[in-house]
């Protein structure tokens, strides 16, 4: 027969005054609001986290994070800001969470209707389960945004909207379809895929009748995430910076080893401290850059004509654009013990997409080219060479440096793209 376990009185009364002790967790400096019933027939509940010094200096208006989801991302988003503002990578600022009100809301039903553009008849065939975005953009302009903007010290210039999954399909959404209303976005893990991946289309169409577009855009992804997440994501990156819009600002990023979920912490670390960077603290650390590969191709191969042009393909990684030289070398081949090298190399270099950036013959003297080739250590063309050099600042993106030999000269050849500092 089993022994009975025997607990020591003493542990007994322990466990007990702790069970009696026991307090929900609350988190300083947050507050919530039940707003009425809204236009779109549903009831709102804002978490708000208020900045560290809101009491202690009356006269500061704060920028405004917006996010919904708030029911499931409040405690990440409010942690998250507080590290960010410590390290002085973001501003003192107010964190909005928007959730629903009632007796255990259905959360899933009811960010499905608020946060997808039109009906996706794979999701819902009847058309009653979402589609209703438009109204939820209009209350959050209307009643959600005045509200906060009423009730709370904001500077009303400076707002940014963030959100994963239908979340970050919102949040691209509105992008497009109220480029003033926020001046940040953050969309992590986007469900671009929502109507056969519809908002590509939409931003082709924005790009027909529009060279501007004054947001800053961040899009980040899971490496597990699926390809229905992935693929659209980064097309719709692309398409962004091969549009070359004058004061647009994109990123992108893709997150090792998370998932759909867990990317969320990562994602939105990296996304607040790229849109809230033109007035962080600290910009030298406000993560408006990510360390990328040194770039450094060379490539020789032979210069035919037609389709046999000799062809390199590059990237720029990144936030913010970089500075690079890129060379077509021929004559400058011939120290180096190179037979039959193309005469006469013209360098032009293309997006992905085809678009030409630049284009050199003979390259000159210039102190730029010079200080460039300095900068990178590789060895100088003989002055009045026909071997050609550019120096460039390329946006995030794919390019290719294409060499043909001038008047349909052919030969051998060689590209380099170097990053310069």
């Known amino acids: 027969m089993k022994t ?27 507050v919530v609001h039940e707003l009425p019933r809204s236009s779109n027939g549903r009831t709102y509940l804002l978490s708000v986290a208020l900045p ?18 708030g029911y499931w991302d409040f405690p990440l988003m409010a942690c998250t800001s507080g590290n960010l503002r410590v390290d002085g990578a973001l501003p003192e600022l107010l964190v909005v969470g928007i959730g629903y009100a009632g007796d255990s809301p259905n959360y899933s039903d009811l960010r499905a209707l608020d946060l997808t553009p039109g009906v996706d008849s794979w999701y819902d065939w009847t058309g009653t389960r979402c589609g209703k975005a438009d109204d939820f953009i209009r209350v959050l302009e209307n009643e959600i945004i005045p509200f906060i903007e009423s009730h709370y010290r904001v500077n009303p210039s400076f707002r940014v909207l963030a959100g994963n999954s239908f979340g970050g399909l919102f949040t691209t959404y509105v992008a497009f379809q109220r480029p003033d209303l926020f001046q940040g976005y953050i969309a992590s893990s986007p469900s671009l895929w929502w109507r056969s991946n519809f908002l590509l289309d939409r931003e082709t169409v924005y790009a027909r009748n529009h060279t501007s577009f004054p947001v800053r855009l961040f899009f980040a992804y899971a490496s ?3 390809y229905s997440i992935i693929s659209p994501t980064q097309a719709l990156y692309r398409q962004l910076c091969d549009h070359s819009y004058t004061d647009l600002a994109v990123a992108m990023r893709g997150n090792d080893g998370e998932r759909h979920s867990s990317t969320k912490a990562e994602a939105f670390t990296r996304g607040l401290r ?7 603290p600290s ?9 990328s590969a040194l770039i450094n191709i060379s490539t020789r191969g032979f210069v035919g004509t037609g389709h046999d042009a000799l062809i390199a393909g590059f990237t720029i990684d990144g936030f913010e654009p970089k500075r690079v030289l890129v060379r077509a070398l021929g004559p400058a081949l011939r120290p180096f013990g190179v037979p039959n090298v193309v005469s006469d190399p013209r360098l032009a270099v293309h997006k992905i997409a085809g678009d030409l950036v630049a284009e050199n013959d003979n390259w000159e003297e210039t102190l730029e080219l010079l200080t460039a080739i300095n900068q990178v250590g590789t060895f100088p063309c003989a002055s009045g060479s026909t071997d050609a050099a550019v120096v460039l600042t390329l946006p995030p993106g794919v390019y290719t440096a294409v060499v043909t030999g001038t008047n349909g000269a052919t030969g051998n050849a060689e590209v380099e793209v170097y990053e310069l500092p």
Do not use: E, K
């Open 4 to 30: 009975p376990l025997r607990v020591c009185g003493w542990l007994i009364a322990l466990l007990t005054a702790i069970t009696a002790d026991a307090v929900p967790v609350s988190m300083p400096g947050t």
């Open 52 to 69: 560290s010094n809101y009491d202690t200096n009356p006269t500061a208006q704060y920028p405004v994070l917006y996010f919904p989801d």
């Open 224 to 226: 597990g995430d699926s």
């Open 274 to 280: 790229f849109a809230f960077a033109p007035i962080a």
């Open 283 to 291: 910009p030298s650390v406000a993560g408006t850059s990510m360390p």
